[in-house]
C-alpha cells in the first residue's frame, strides 16, 4: 500500500471516528434535553392543576372526584397531549378505588407518605408525572389524593432517531470532503513526487545515470530529489572514471600480451632456427652430391626427391611460426574450440624443442570432449606458456604430460553458485616444482624465478589474464610424480 493511501486512510479512519463520537454525545445530548424538557413540562403543568384543585378542594370538599377528573382531562386534551387522572387517597381500613393499575396504586401509596415530593417515571412507552393532593389540617400537611399526568413518548424515539439518521449523514459528508481533500493533497505533495523519484531510481537502476529530478519544493522532497541529482551525479563522475580505467587497464593487458607474444616468438624463433639447420644440411649435402653425380639420372632424381622433402619441412616449420606470430592480440572472438585439436596442433608446433630439450612428452586426449566458447589463438598462447615454461623448469631433460578432461566443478569464490561442466586442461612435468610460497605470485606480472636467465616474469600473467577472459581460472600444485601440476579450467 502507498504511504499517500496510508495517510488518506488514517486521516479517514480518524476523521470519521471523531465525528462519529462527537454525533454520538450531540444525540444523546439533545435526547436528554427533550426529555428534560417534557419533565420540565410535565411538572410545570401538574403544579398548576395542583394548585387549582387544591384550593378548589378547599372551598368544595365534597367534589366528585371522578367527574372533576373526567373534565380535567377533557379540558386539557384540547390545548396539550397530556392525560390527566385524579386518584382519592384511600381512607383508613378501606379497599382502594376499582380501576387503578397496579403501577397506579404504587404510586399513590408512595406519595402518600411524602406530601412534598414528585414522582417522574417512564414506562411503556409513556412519561408519568404524578404530584400528591393535600389539604391542611390540624395535624399539618394531609395527602387527600394523587394528581397524575401522562403522554406518550414516542416522539422522543422519533426525533432522537431522525438525529441519528442526520448526524450518520453529517458524519458521511464531511468524512467523505476531508478524505477526498487529504487524498488530492497527498497525491500532488507526495504521490507525483515520490512516483518521479522512483521512475528516477528506476532509470538509475536500468544504467541511466542522466535522469535528473527538478526541485520544484523547498521541503523534504525537495531535498530528497536534490540528493538524487547529487548521487547520480557522482556515479556518472565515478562510472567515467571507472571506465578511463578499464580502458587503461586494457590497453596495458593488450601491450603486456603482445610483449610476452614476442619474447615467445624469439624463443620459437631461436629453437626453430636450429631446426631448420638439420634440413638445411641434407640440402647442402644433396646439391653436393647431386653436383658431382650430375651425370647419373637416378642419383640425380633420388636426391632431388630428398632436397624436395627437406625444403617442405622447412616450409612447414616456417609457416607455423608465421601463422603463431600472425594472430591478433586483443579480446576473444566468439567461436567454437576444440581443445584436443589444439592441445595436438601445440604439441606438434614444440617438436623441436622438446627434441632438443631432451623432453618427453604424452599427449592424452579424452574421448568426446565438449567445445569451449572463445579464440583458439589466445588459448595456444597460454598452452605455449606453459610448455615452454616446462621445458625450462627442466634443463636436464624429463618427461611432459598434456592431457584434456571434462569434470563438474563449482566456481572458486562463488559458494552459492551452481555446479557446471567444465573442460579441464592439465599439465605435468618432472621439474623440480613450485613453493608454495610462490604460487600466489607467480601470476603477478614482472615476477619470475628465472633471474638472469631472460625471464619478462608476463607470461603466467598473461595466461591468467587469457583464461579469465574465457570465464575460467587456473590452479597451480605439484604434480603426482613431482614436478609442478597446472589445470586449466573453461566453461563449455
Known amino acids: 500500500m502507498r504511504i499517500g493511501t496510508r ?156 438525529d441519528m439518521w442526520r448526524a450518520a449523514l453529517l458524519v458521511f459528508l464531511i468524512g467523505g470532503v476531508a478524505t477526498t481533500a487529504v487524498w488530492f493533497l497527498t497525491r500532488s505533495l507526495m504521490t507525483q513526487p515520490m512516483a518521479k523519484l522512483l521512475r528516477g531510481i528506476d532509470d538509475v537502476a536500468k544504467g541511466d545515470l542522466s535522469h535528473v529530478l527538478l526541485s520544484e519544493r523547498d521541503d523534504e522532497i525537495g531535498a530528497v530529489a536534490s540528493r538524487f541529482n547529487d548521487m547520480t551525479f557522482s556515479l556518472r563522475e565515478s562510472r567515467a572514471e571507472t571506465q578511463r580505467h578499464n580502458d587503461a587497464k586494457s590497453s596495458l593487458e593488450q601491450r603486456l600480451a603482445h610483449t610476452e607474444k614476442l619474447a615467445t616468438i624469439g624463443q620459437i624463433a631461436a629453437e626453430i632456427a636450429h631446426e631448420v639447420g638439420t634440413p638445411l644440411n641434407v640440402i647442402a649435402g644433396r646439391a653436393r652430391a647431386t653436383q658431382k653425380k650430375a651425370g647419373d639420372v637416378e642419383a640425380v632424381h633420388k636426391n632431388a626427391e630428398i632436397i624436395a622433402e ?83 623448469a627442466m634443463p636436464d631433460g624429463g618427461a611432459i604430460t598434456l592431457e584434456t578432461s571434462a569434470a563438474i566443478r563449482q566456481r572458486p569464490g562463488l559458494e552459492l553458485a551452481p555446479e557446471q561442466l567444465y573442460v579441464c586442461i592439465e599439465l605435468s612435468d618432472t621439474g623440480p616444482g613450485i613453493p608454495e610460497d610462490r604460487r600466489d605470485k607467480i601470476f603477478e606480472p614482472f615476477y619470475t624465478s628465472k633471474d638472469g636467465q631472460g ?29 609442478a601440476r597446472f589445470r586449466v579450467f573453461l566453461p563449455c
Not at 607455423?320 to 596442433?345: C, H, M, S
Not at 600473467?461 to 610424480?481: F, M, Q, R, Y
Open 310 to 392: 627437406q625444403t617442405a619441412r622447412i616450409t612447414r616449420i616456417i609457416q607455423r611460426l608465421l601463422d603463431f606470430a600472425r594472430r591478433k592480440v586483443g579480446p576473444p572472438a566468439p567461436q567454437k574450440v576444440n581443445l584436443n585439436a589444439l592441445t595436438l596442433t601445440t604439441m606438434e608446433l614444440l617438436g623441436g624443442q622438446f627434441s632438443v630439450a631432451k623432453v618427453k612428452t604424452r599427449l592424452v586426449r579424452a574421448e568426446g570432449l565438449p567445445m569451449v566458447s572463445g579464440d583458439g589463438d589466445r588459448l595456444q598462447q597460454v598452452l605455449l606458456n606453459l610448455l615452454l615454461n616446462a621445458i625450462q
Open 455 to 483: 625471464g619478462t616474469g608476463l607470461g603466467l600473467a598473461v595466461c591468467a589474464g587469457i583464461v579469465k577472459e574465457h570465464d575460467g581460472w587456473i590452479e597451480v600444485g605439484d604434480a603426482p610424480d613431482g614436478g
Open 7 to 162: 495517510i488518506t486512510f488514517a486521516t479517514a479512519l480518524s476523521v470519521t471516528v471523531t465525528l462519529a463520537v462527537y454525533a454520538m454525545f450531540e444525540v444523546r445530548g439533545r435526547d436528554r434535553s427533550r426529555r428534560e424538557a417534557l419533565e420540565a413540562e410535565a411538572r410545570a403543568t401538574a403544579m398548576a392543576m395542583r394548585t387549582a384543585l387544591e384550593e378548589l378542594g378547599g372551598k368544595t370538599p365534597d367534589i366528585d372526584v371522578a367527574v372533576l377528573s373526567r373534565n380535567l382531562a377533557r379540558e386539557l386534551a384540547r390545548t396539550t397531549p397530556w392525560q390527566v387522572v385524579i386518584v382519592p387517597a384511600d381512607p383508613p381500613g378501606t379497599a382502594p378505588p376499582l380501576g387503578l393499575t397496579p403501577q397506579q396504586l404504587r404510586r399513590l401509596r408512595y406519595l402518600a407518605g411524602s406530601p412534598q415530593l414528585a414522582l417522574v417515571e417512564h414506562e411503556r412507552g409513556a412519561l408519568y408525572y404524578a404530584v400528591p393532593l393535600r389539604a391542611g389540617t390540624a395535624r399539618g400537611l394531609v395527602v387527600t389524593g394523587m394528581l397524575e399526568l401522562s403522554r406518550p413518548t414516542g416522539m422522543l424515539g422519533d426525533a432522537k432517531a431522525r
